[in-house]
């Protein structure tokens, strides 16, 4: 069974913390993506990966930073929290030839700044 | 600029019945289109695709219309069952790595 492991559900933090979020695939894909998801607004790009050290700003970059050393770990980092940071964020993954695009999501990482 | 629209924030639908679930788009250059389905507390799982040259597809009870000329897709469940409570997400791929989401449905069916 493919997967996408998000590694914390919930976090809590204080404003200025820094923020590691940590994803892994076990499929095999070129492409991993970080996206954050607000009521009313969908799912927005933060960064993606189409190989190991290889990033690109999404939609919203701005606050956060990537990472990817290997190609089944990507990770998201916070540097200094702020409130307008909470927010759902989902890691996905893809096949770089697959046609329709389709993603394979994360169970999601519910990140609460204080 | 909002490229793909899911203009309902919500619809409730008895078991047994249709749901429709609607979304508009503004770019032509979207390759595919697709559905993806979101419980609570859980990441989004693809649900159904359609080709942007297609006008629909069908999978089950799931069947997703496209009218080009209108710039919009629906998504039909027949018959709608209570487990398919959950946000549907429209989205439209551009190829390359970019996907523009709706901003959701609530669909509640209710048994």
């Known amino acids: 069974d493919v997967k996408v492991t998000q590694s914390s559900r919930y976090l809590v933090k204080r404003t200025g913390e820094k923020v590691f979020l940590e994803c892994v695939q076990d499929m095999d894909h070129e492409n991993m993506f970080w996206y954050r998801q607000d009521p009313g607004l969908g799912l927005r790009l933060i960064y993606f990966?189409?190989?190991?050290?290889?990033?690109e700003k999404g939609d919203i970059p701005e606050g956060y930073s990537v990472s990817r050393e290997k190609k089944e770990r990507f990770s998201l980092i916070l540097e200094s929290a702020s409130t307008n940071q909470t927010s759902m964020y989902l890691c996905?993954?893809?096949?770089?030839?697959?046609?329709?695009?389709?993603?394979?999501f994360g169970e999601g990482s519910r990140l609460t700044v204080l | 600029d909002q490229q793909v629209k899911q203009n309902s924030p919500s619809l409730s639908v008895q078991e047994g019945r249709i749901s429709i679930l609607n979304c508009d788009y503004t770019n032509s250059m979207f390759d595919y289109f697709l559905w993806y389905k979101k419980y609570p507390a859980e990441g989004p799982t693809f649900l159904i695709s359609i080709s942007s040259i297609k006008d629909k597809n069908e999978d089950g009870r799931f069947t997703v219309f496209l009218n080009k000329s209108a710039k919009h897709l629906s998504l039909h469940i027949v018959p709608s069952q209570p487990g398919d409570s959950a946000v549907y997400f429209c989205?439209?791929?551009?190829?390359?790595?970019?996907?523009?989401f709706g901003a959701g449905t609530r669909l509640f069916v209710k048994a």
């Open positions: 996905a993954s893809s096949f770089t030839n697959r046609e329709t695009g389709e993603l394979f």
């Open positions: 989205a439209g791929y551009l190829g390359g790595f970019k996907t523009i």
């Open positions: 990966s189409y190989d190991v050290k290889m990033k």
